[in-house]
Nanobody
Framework: QVQLVESGGGLVQAGGSLRLSCAAS????????MGWYRQAPGKQRELVAT???????NYAESVKGRFTISRDNAKNTVYLQMNSLKPEDTAVYYC??????????WGQGTQVTVSS
Protein backbone atom coordinates (compact mmCIF):
# COMPACT_ATOMS: atom_id res chain seq x y z
CA GLN A 1 0.00 0.00 0.00
CA VAL A 2 1.00 3.57 -0.70
CA GLN A 3 -0.37 6.59 1.13
CA LEU A 4 -0.31 10.05 -0.43
CA VAL A 5 -0.90 13.34 1.38
CA GLU A 6 -1.21 16.56 -0.61
CA SER A 7 -0.79 20.12 0.57
CA GLY A 8 -0.36 23.59 -0.83
CA GLY A 9 -3.65 24.39 -2.50
CA GLY A 10 -5.48 27.66 -1.99
CA LEU A 11 -6.88 30.80 -3.55
CA VAL A 12 -4.71 32.91 -5.84
CA GLN A 13 -5.28 35.67 -8.36
CA ALA A 14 -4.75 35.08 -12.05
CA GLY A 15 -1.07 35.35 -12.90
CA GLY A 16 -0.04 34.16 -9.47
CA SER A 17 1.78 31.04 -8.35
CA LEU A 18 1.24 28.08 -6.05
CA ARG A 19 3.28 25.03 -5.17
CA LEU A 20 1.63 21.74 -4.40
CA SER A 21 3.36 19.00 -2.43
CA CYS A 22 2.61 15.30 -2.23
CA ALA A 23 4.29 13.21 0.45
CA ALA A 24 4.33 9.46 -0.12
CA SER A 25 4.61 6.77 2.52
CA UNK A 26 4.21 3.01 2.67
CA UNK A 27 5.69 0.73 0.03
CA UNK A 28 7.29 3.63 -1.80
CA UNK A 29 9.95 1.53 -3.53
CA UNK A 30 7.14 0.02 -5.59
CA UNK A 31 6.27 3.36 -7.18
CA UNK A 32 7.19 3.74 -10.86
CA UNK A 33 5.50 7.00 -11.76
CA MET A 34 4.04 9.84 -9.75
CA GLY A 35 1.86 12.55 -11.08
CA TRP A 36 -0.76 15.20 -10.64
CA TYR A 37 -4.28 15.12 -12.01
CA ARG A 38 -7.06 17.64 -11.67
CA GLN A 39 -10.82 17.67 -11.82
CA ALA A 40 -12.89 20.78 -12.36
CA PRO A 41 -16.63 20.88 -11.53
CA GLY A 42 -18.63 19.02 -14.13
CA LYS A 43 -15.53 17.76 -15.92
CA GLN A 44 -13.60 14.51 -16.00
CA ARG A 45 -10.36 14.09 -14.13
CA GLU A 46 -7.44 14.94 -16.40
CA LEU A 47 -3.70 14.44 -16.38
CA VAL A 48 -1.62 17.49 -15.48
CA ALA A 49 1.93 16.15 -15.21
CA THR A 50 3.87 13.00 -14.42
CA UNK A 51 7.41 12.15 -13.41
CA UNK A 52 9.04 8.73 -13.54
CA UNK A 53 11.42 7.22 -11.02
CA UNK A 54 14.18 8.15 -13.47
CA UNK A 55 13.09 11.76 -13.61
CA UNK A 56 11.43 11.86 -17.01
CA UNK A 57 8.52 14.28 -17.11
CA ASN A 58 5.35 14.64 -19.13
CA TYR A 59 2.89 17.55 -19.19
CA ALA A 60 -0.55 18.29 -20.50
CA GLU A 61 -0.42 20.78 -23.35
CA SER A 62 -2.51 23.25 -21.37
CA VAL A 63 0.15 23.59 -18.65
CA LYS A 64 3.39 23.30 -20.61
CA GLY A 65 5.69 26.21 -19.90
CA ARG A 66 3.74 27.20 -16.79
CA PHE A 67 3.84 24.16 -14.49
CA THR A 68 6.87 22.17 -13.36
CA ILE A 69 6.79 18.77 -11.70
CA SER A 70 9.74 17.65 -9.60
CA ARG A 71 10.57 15.12 -6.94
CA ASP A 72 12.75 14.91 -3.86
CA ASN A 73 13.57 11.24 -3.41
CA ALA A 74 15.12 11.81 0.00
CA LYS A 75 11.81 13.21 1.24
CA ASN A 76 9.60 10.90 -0.83
CA THR A 77 7.83 14.01 -2.02
CA VAL A 78 6.64 15.24 -5.41
CA TYR A 79 6.00 18.90 -6.13
CA LEU A 80 3.99 20.80 -8.69
CA GLN A 81 5.11 24.38 -9.16
CA MET A 82 2.33 26.30 -10.87
CA ASN A 83 3.10 29.71 -12.34
CA SER A 84 1.07 32.12 -14.46
CA LEU A 85 -2.11 30.58 -13.13
CA LYS A 86 -5.33 31.07 -15.05
CA PRO A 87 -8.97 30.84 -13.91
CA GLU A 88 -9.30 27.68 -16.02
CA ASP A 89 -6.71 26.03 -13.77
CA THR A 90 -9.29 26.04 -10.98
CA ALA A 91 -9.88 22.44 -9.90
CA VAL A 92 -9.25 19.87 -7.23
CA TYR A 93 -5.73 18.60 -7.75
CA TYR A 94 -4.97 14.97 -6.94
CA CYS A 95 -1.62 13.30 -6.43
CA UNK A 96 -1.27 9.89 -8.04
CA UNK A 97 1.22 7.07 -7.71
CA UNK A 98 1.48 4.21 -10.18
CA UNK A 99 3.08 1.21 -8.49
CA UNK A 100 3.91 -2.43 -9.23
CA UNK A 101 1.09 -4.46 -10.67
CA UNK A 102 -0.31 -1.33 -12.33
CA UNK A 103 -1.84 -0.27 -9.02
CA UNK A 104 -2.94 3.35 -8.79
CA UNK A 105 -3.02 5.22 -5.50
CA TRP A 106 -4.63 8.61 -4.96
CA GLY A 107 -4.35 11.40 -2.46
CA GLN A 108 -7.37 13.11 -0.94
CA GLY A 109 -7.12 16.11 -3.25
CA THR A 110 -6.39 19.77 -2.67
CA GLN A 111 -8.46 22.67 -3.99
CA VAL A 112 -6.84 25.27 -6.23
CA THR A 113 -8.93 28.33 -7.03
CA VAL A 114 -7.73 31.03 -9.40
CA SER A 115 -9.70 34.25 -9.40
CA SER A 116 -9.87 36.55 -12.42
Amino acid sequence: QVQLVESGGGLVQAGGSLRLSCAASGIIFSINVMGWYRQAPGKQRELVATITSGGSTNYAESVKGRFTISRDNAKNTVYLQMNSLKPEDTAVYYCNALAWGNNHYWGQGTQVTVSS
